[in-house]
């Protein structure tokens, strides 16, 4: 069986598996919500070199990498270079570099595990990858690539590359689609690799903290399909999170238009490119259906595009009206939008926070804080605190 029939048998397979459920309806896009109140931004930090990621150590300092293979401490205000001794080699052209930062959950000690997500090969053929090391307190060491994701693609787009830790201890990371058209992946447009089992990008996958397949991944089973894919349909997720209830969250990249919040759920097709709600950059013409028999429906649709970045549930105490909201950060927009949420999951109620500058990542930080990074060559930490 030829790859492109492989894709095609699973992509049925998926289509029956799922029929039964109830037909989802279309969400109604959202352009510009309105402002939020009360709030205001303190620099923390500033003049990081093109930052993407940040993680907190369990003393309270953080993390953050820089996109041209940098690492820097943050103690308060205090920034300090840290060495990462024996990282592989980068691919930095266009969205590529080194990525997101995660420190193991259970490393509270000296010494912990750090995992960072990298883009790695050549223009021809490059993918993205997972690395491991060890903070010594002054250096990051003995790192070692533990995963990387086939098939191998061409050009600088697409790599997802947010990773978070599950309560069970196992990894979750996002491996973009691979490009827009006209790239392409052996047989088949590069966009068409979401739905394909036999192919890690387009995809979320379930990891080890030592970077092999998981057990119990829910499409494993599936003939042809890879072990590591916990779901698919996905076409470049740069921002996930993971709920005080368990549940995980991913704001994802539409093409024009569609940028989307999915709540993710193992064994999940999430449609993309056959279920989508944005158009085609040269024809303007949709790609794909908004409602797919089978296909997860998103629970936001933003038209225009925000640029879809980093994502945080928020627990924090000093914006009680916030608590229990997610936080996507805008990279085309410039802002951070909340989005709010019943007890049944509804959305309920959407507002920005106009940060001006392009977010590339949000998180809460330990103090109950939101923070967020901005996308400049010389790139701000940022505080979100009441006004």
Request: hydrophobic share 35%; charged share 20%; glycine share 12%.
């Amino acid at each position: 069986m030829t790859t492109y029939q492989a894709y095609a048998v699973s992509v049925a397979t998926l289509i029956t598996l799922a029929c039964s459920s109830s037909v989802a309806q279309e969400v109604e896009p959202v352009a510009e919500p309105p402002a939020a109140k009360g709030w205001k931004v303190e620099t923390v930090a500033d003049s990081l070199p093109q930052p993407w990621g940040m993680a907190w150590l369990a003393d309270g300092r953080m993390l953050v990498t820089g996109k041209k293979g940098t690492l820097h401490l943050v103690d308060g205000k205090r920034v300090q270079a840290i060495p990462v001794e024996g990282l592989p080699a980068l691919f930095t052209e266009g969205q590529g570099g080194l990525l997101d930062i995660a420190v193991h959950p259970s490393d509270k000690g000296p010494n912990p595990r750090i995992y960072m997500t990298m883009a790695s090969g050549t223009a021809d053929a490059n993918s993205t990858a997972l690395v491991q090391g060890v903070f010594d307190g002054k250096r990051v060491h003995a790192i070692k690539t533990i995963f990387k994701a086939s098939p191998t693609k061409s050009g600088g787009q697409h790599f997802g590359s947010r990773i978070v830790f599950l309560k069970d201890g196992t990894i979750l990371m996002s491996i973009g689609d691979g490009g827009n058209p006209p790239a392409r992946v052996g047989n088949m447009l590069a966009r068409d690799q979401a739905q394909n089992v036999g192919s890690h990008n387009g995809s979320i996958l379930r990891l080890t903290s030592e970077g092999q397949a998981a057990p119990n991944n829910p499409l494993a089973a599936q003939k042809g399909a890879l072990p590591e894919l916990w779901s698919i349909g996905h076409r470049n997720i740069q921002g996930m999170t993971v709920d005080p209830q368990g549940r995980v969250w991913a704001s994802e990249h539409g093409p024009r238009g569609g940028d989307e919040i999915n709540l993710i759920e193992g064994g999940k097709n999430y449609g993309w490119p056959l279920q989508s709600y944005g158009l085609d950059y040269k024809t303007r013409e949709p790609i794909g259906k908004r409602v797919v028999a089978g296909m997860v429906n998103p629970l936001v649709v933003w038209t225009p595009s925000t640029g879809a970045s980093g994502l945080t549930w928020y627990t924090g105490s000093a914006f009680p009206a916030w608590h229990g909201s997610l936080f996507s950060g805008g990279l085309a927009t410039e802002d951070i939008r909340r989005v709010a949420f019943d007890a049944k999951g509804k959305v309920v109620k959407q507002e920005r926070l106009d940060i001006g500058k392009r977010v590339r990542d949000v998180r809460q930080g330990p103090d109950g804080h939101l923070y967020a990074i901005t996308d400049e060559a010389k790139g701000s930490l940022l505080r979100i605190v009441p006004q």
